[in-house]
């Protein structure tokens, strides 16, 4: 315990999972640990697994409030605001005086959309704490959302008189400029919010649209490039800052930004007409027709999008398909009902659409989010958190056998397997032999050495009168050729070996590792793989039929399913590995992948978190990348 809240102090929160794990195992009637631990994945963003954590020490202590309040963080970064509320309830009844509490309860109340209790308890607040100006700030927001804007001015003068040093403050006041279209004062008063708080991407998202507004083209288009420094993947930066460059004729950057934003949202229909009308305009006509096709499909009386379209038909000689739309529009024309086109006036092109309008009229209009919303703190945030490291949503590879013990990204974890137990203790190798992960990368002295053993044991094959009994050399060599990257040689050695020894799981076992490899590499260069594929699963069937509760084989077979997208399988067999040991992160964070690829984010991020809590701190980055996107 001291160790582990020494690591949480010095932020490192992978440890002191791994020290709080010790605890918990020892002692699990001990609430403390579980706080702990659940404090420890808070920080790394992992908070379905500390929302865990902090119930179970709950159960085992119900009187401590601050394990009220980070199951209330922790629901509030899963959106469960009415659990969040609860939790509140319950610290602030142990710690009616704490002002953090009461703040937290109320923000939980607004999101939950419940302004009269939030209202209720902002009464309470600035009656107890008269000078605390984030009370007052929070009163003009609740105003805000009730459409009372003068009422909203005069709370926020009052929050600006006692705290002038407010970002959010100052972003509220910019939202009721904005709602009365005094871009201007909006403009001014976003600087001071993104002066104040310059880290923020929806500040420069609005100070954009404000300076879009007063024609200030330059400054829109540096704060939409900066909010997507700090949010790359933030829909209203690229849907606006394309519309920018349509009108500042980046036509080819443009399109990059349409191309994103389609990418993520393939039914986009406002995006895929604005990215139709720049492949139209820099001669890709074949790409604009498809996109102006996608648009009248959903829209068929869209006569603009239908115009367009002939006109790429005629420039392509395609004059049949040109005559047919061209014909549709003259016959809407002669039909009153169905209208007409209106010209679009300078004013009309200045105006903005919600962000859930979809009217095809307003497909030049940049987009404002239906209701603007000021980004609160819950928390504090720290450095170094190790779910900001970027990795890849990739499988983590085979088991294989090494003379390297495994290492899971955090540490050195020891894997113990009968057979290779079995395999030291009679063949008596030179270099002992672990169950894992691939083999490092060799420098200059590793390859030299493992050189050095190759040699040494082919002399030791060629000088064996009784192959029978030195079988276990053919093991060694094969492991020496596959850390040196000699899959073929090694696949030689272990045909040998299973020739001598049938019963044995360890020749198939690592023939089937060694083919996997040589696959991945064959398919990079194009080789159709599908037979040495098969070859692969039946080496991995023939190892489990001889070994059928061997975990590592297990995890195996079941990475060779998900690699080829067979995740009912991988699943099945990950389930296994898991059923005969609990604690294999690995399997946890593979069959984690596997059900975030089948659409079951629920349980991939239960698998995540166990992952992230056995040591391996990729999986948190993962969490943290898919948060939010629960089915």
Known sequence: MTAGRAAL???DYVLSIQYFNQAITAKPFLYEPWFFRGVAKFYLDDYMGAESDCSEAIRLNPYISGQYELRGLCRIRQKNYKGAIDDYDHSIQYDPTSQGLWYNRVLCRIEDKDYEQANADLDSMTNRWKNYAKAWQLKAEVALRQKDTLRAADMLDKALELDEYDGEAWMVRAMISMSRKKWKDADKQLSKAIHLKP???GYYINRALSRYNINNLRGAMADYDKALELEPNNFLAHYNRGQLRIQVGDDNRAIDDFNFIIKNEPTNIMAIFNRALLLDRTGDLRGAIRDYSAVIDRFPNFWTGLSYRASCYRRLGMTAKAEMDEFRIFKAQQDKHLGYQPRWSKQHRKDVRKLSDIDMNKYNQLVEEDEHKVEHEYASTYRGKVQNRQVDDEFLPLFTLSYQPHANGMKQV??????VERFNQKSHPRHRVYVSGPSKTLDEIASKAYFLL??????RLQESHDLRN???L??????AYAATQNQEAAINDLTAYIQLDSVSSLGYWQRAVCQVMINEFS???GVDIQLKNARALDDFNEALKRSPHNAYLLYNRATFYALRKDYGRAIDDFTQAISQDASFAEAYYNR????LYSGNTAEATHDLSKAGELGLYKAYSILKRHQGTKK
């Open 9 to 11: 102090y010095y932020e």
């Open 474 to 479: 053919l093991v060694e060599r094969a492991i």
């Open 454 to 459: 190759l040699d040494t044991l082919t002399s």
């Open 414 to 419: 020891m894997t113990f397997d009968q057979d």
């Open 592 to 595: 984690g992948l596997c059900r």
């Open 199 to 201: 880290s923020v991407a």
């Open 523 to 525: 398919a990079s260069q």
């Open 470 to 472: 030195d079988k276990g």
